[in-house]
């Protein structure tokens, strides 16, 4: 079993032009967050809330 741990969301029309933003799970405060340049927020309602394009994801295997 896997857990999603993060993501990388791309905004713009092409990779060559844009705007990437990572967001991670904080697992002490069990809250999602945005990493937008120097700007750290959490993200209200949960990772699925967010409505951007995930470019990549990253998952932590649970131990069983």
Known sequence: EYRRR???S???KTA???H???NLYHKSSKTWLE???SEVKPII???E???KKV???YYKKVKP
Request: net charge negative; charged share 10%.
């Open 10 to 12: 791309h905004i713009g």
């Open 20 to 22: 990437y933003i990572s």
């Open 6 to 8: 993060g993501d990388i």
């Open 55 to 57: 470019y990549m994801l």
């Open 35 to 37: 990493f937008n340049d």
């Open 16 to 18: 060559n032009s844009g």
């Open 45 to 47: 309602g949960g990772i």
């Open 49 to 51: 809330k967010n409505n």
